[in-house]
């Protein structure tokens, strides 16, 4: 099976910077596509950044600038820099990893088990 562990969360003032982890592990053939959603309570969840096995980066508008997604294949492992965070960017994180666990396997999502970050005075 495959795991996701992520790290980073926690409460930080307005206009501070969190950096958050996740990294995959177990049966992994080959990983695609990685991403960061969110969720804030009484809204759906909102992809903020994803990054391609190639480096190219999409971001959600209301992060643009202020976010950096990057990863490290050889550690498969994703990376979310949040810097001017605001209050409005306060949810629960999730990492996304779309992969392939063996080489007949077709491409499938797995998800993290979400990290709490609050933005507040």
């Known amino acids: 099976q495959v795991q996701l562990v992520e790290s980073g969360g926690g409460l930080v003032q307005p206009g501070g910077s969190l950096r958050l982890s996740c990294a995959a592990s177990g049966m992994i053939f080959r990983i695609n596509t990685m991403g960061w959603y969110r969720q804030a309570p009484g809204k759906q969840r909102e992809l903020v950044a994803s990054i391609t096995t190639v480096g190219n980066t999409n971001y959600a508008d209301s992060v643009k600038g202020r976010f950096t997604i990057s990863r490290d294949n050889a550690k498969n492992t994703v990376y979310l820099q949040m810097n001017s965070l605001k209050p409005e960017d306060t949810a629960v994180y999730y990492c996304?990893?779309?992969?392939?666990?063996?080489?007949?396997?077709?491409?499938?999502?797995?998800w993290g088990q979400g990290t709490q970050v609050t933005v507040s005075s």
């Open positions: 996304n990893v779309n992969l392939k666990t063996s080489w007949r396997a077709f491409d499938n999502d797995y």
